[in-house]
């Protein structure tokens, strides 16, 4: 995943954390809504001097814009990885126990 998705996918996630729409966060950052638009359409990317104010309106620290690791949808992928052969194997024996169950009844 490149910085731009990370960062555009970070903005997104911490503005509809904060209850901000993008006209909120346009105003607070004195760019038009359609600037805000564009960028969470990945059509534009925002200076330096933007993104400082993007985190400051945000109240969150500028480098959490750019981290991937607590990315949510990086978060997805590590949980995913993480869990799902677990799930798998446990919803697996769940399944074969109730089976069991089941035809000795029979």
């Known amino acids: 995943m490149g910085i731009?998705?990370?960062?555009?996918?970070?903005?997104?996630?911490?503005?509809?954390?904060a209850g901000l729409t993008q006209e909120?966060?346009?105003?607070?950052?004195?760019?038009?809504?359609a600037y805000i638009g564009d960028m969470e359409a990945r059509e534009r990317f925002p200076s330096a001097?933007?993104?400082?104010?993007?985190?400051?309106?945000?109240?969150?620290?500028?480098t959490t814009l750019f981290d991937e690791n607590n990315?949510?949808?990086?978060?997805?992928?590590?949980?995913?990885?993480?869990?799902?052969?677990?799930?798998?194997?446990?919803?697996s024996e769940r399944i074969l126990k109730d089976i069991r169950e089941v035809c000795e009844l029979i």
Do not use: W
């Open 4 to 17: 731009r998705h990370v960062f555009i996918q970070n903005m997104k996630f911490y503005r509809k954390q």
């Open 24 to 33: 909120k966060l346009a105003e607070a950052i004195g760019m038009s809504t």
């Open 49 to 62: 001097e933007t993104i400082d104010k993007i985190a400051a309106a945000l109240n969150i620290p500028l």
């Open 71 to 91: 990315n949510p949808c990086g978060l997805k992928s590590k949980f995913s990885e993480k869990y799902s052969k677990s799930i798998q194997d446990a919803l």
